[in-house]
């Protein structure tokens, strides 16, 4: 009896023991096959990334071509002054004189208008009498506070009242020269706003001036031109011509330019301004003709010519071009100046040889000496 319980309780342990190996065979079965799946993507991952890494940007190359060009641009311009404004009194009254006309040449000095002064000249007899009173109630107030007649502080009174008649004098002798106006600078008066006899107010315009002293020309360039204005101002000679003033040309330099496009046309409003002696009949707001040309001495030149895709001017002050070399197969940033554009193309003066490959699109990806693969060839 007592071998038989021991038997059976063999048994039941053996049978405990399977069970609990049968219950962690699975997960270590699992967890093998896990390991083994994630040791064998791990090195697909890594070739992915890599491959990445090294996979080469691809860009359009373009050939430069040496050719002689003489072609030039002529765009329409606008005469301008170096300042237009419009002036006016900074009192009110009634309009005594006007002594300009529309077209007059005037100098800096001379009388535009003026304004009746009898209100302004009794103002400053009242405001001068108050002054000569409280000047001598203050020497009065002084020899007595010396004399230790008076107290002080009738002295100190005389004095605050002195400077204040002093004040309102100076102020009453300011608003009488102020019905004059006098030209600040030598000038055309482009029109007048008002007629003698008329009552002003203070701030109306009197007086359209014009500022002759140097004329300008306004013109509005397209944007490839603008791009190359912009980076290489001296790869133009520009000279205007006037079809109100024939026989008379200008040469012309740059002033200004304008960085906020035309939103309808894409243009940029430029500039210049006419050197040497003007023209006696040129005036403000004819009509000019500017011609664009590339410099005389490089005009006749072979010159290099690449499209205008090719010219970087994004990232530095200087335009430049991106050289692809063929053997192998890197590019490099080369420093250019610039010609006018013809047609899709522009002109190359200094930096580039003919026959030589340029990226000409796709260089805002680019690094100095980076390998690159190449369209277009």
């Keep these: 009896m007592k071998q038989s319980w021991k038997r059976i309780a063999s048994v039941t342990v053996i049978a405990a023991a399977a069970l ?17 799946t ?16 090294d996979r080469k940007v691809t860009v359009e190359v373009t050939r430069a071509t040496s050719r002689t060009v003489t072609r030039g641009r002529t ?5 301008a002054p170096a300042r237009t404004v419009d002036i006016a009194f900074q009192v009110s009254g009634q309009v005594l004189r006007l002594e300009v006309d529309p ?3 005037i100098s800096e000095g001379d009388l535009i208008a003026e304004l009746d002064p009898v209100d302004f000249e009794l103002a400053v007899d009242r405001a001068r009498a108050a002054f000569d009173l409280a000047k001598s109630e203050l020497e009065r107030a002084k020899s ?19 400077a204040q008649a002093e004040v309102a004098l100076r102020e009453a002798e300011r608003r009488l020269s102020q019905t004059q106006i006098i030209a600040p600078f030598d000038a055309i008066v482009a029109r007048t706003f008002i007629e003698e006899y008329v009552n002003v107010t203070s701030a109306a315009p009197v007086a359209r001036l014009q500022d002759v002293s140097e004329m300008r020309i306004m013109i509005s360039l397209p944007e490839e031109l603008a791009a190359v204005a912009r980076s290489a101002p001296d790869a133009f000679d520009l000279v205007a011509s006037f079809p109100a003033v024939p026989g008379y040309t200008a040469p012309l330099m740059l002033r200004s330019f304008a960085t906020d496009a035309d939103r309808t ?28 040309s590339n410099a005389a001495a490089e005009a006749s030149a072979q010159s290099a010519m690449v499209p205008v895709s090719a010219i970087d001017t994004s990232s530095r002050t200087e335009p430049s071009v991106w050289i692809y070399d063929e053997e192998s197969g890197q590019v490099t940033r080369r420093t250019v100046r610039l010609g006018l554009p013809v047609d899709n193309e522009i002109v190359v003066l200094e930096g580039l040889q003919g026959d030589e490959l340029v990226v000409s699109g796709g260089w805002w990806r680019l690094r100095d000496n980076q390998t690159v693969t190449v369209a277009g060839l």
């Design 75 to 79: 765009v329409a311009g606008r005469v």
């Design 20 to 36: 609990l190996v049968l219950s962690v065979f699975p997960a270590l079965r699992t967890d093998v096959r896990a390991q083994t």
């Design 144 to 162: 007595l506070a010396e004399r230790g007649v008076a107290a002080e502080a009738r002295f100190e009174t005389a004095s605050a009242e002195y």
């Design 38 to 53: 994630t040791d064998a993507t791990k090195p697909a991952a890594e070739t992915s990334e890599g491959a990445e890494h």
């Design 103 to 105: 077209g007059d040449k």
């Design 265 to 292: 046309a894409q243009t940029y409003d430029v500039e210049f301004a006419i050197r040497g002696d003007v023209d006696s009949r040129l005036l403000p707001g004819m009509t000019a003709r500017v011609r664009l």
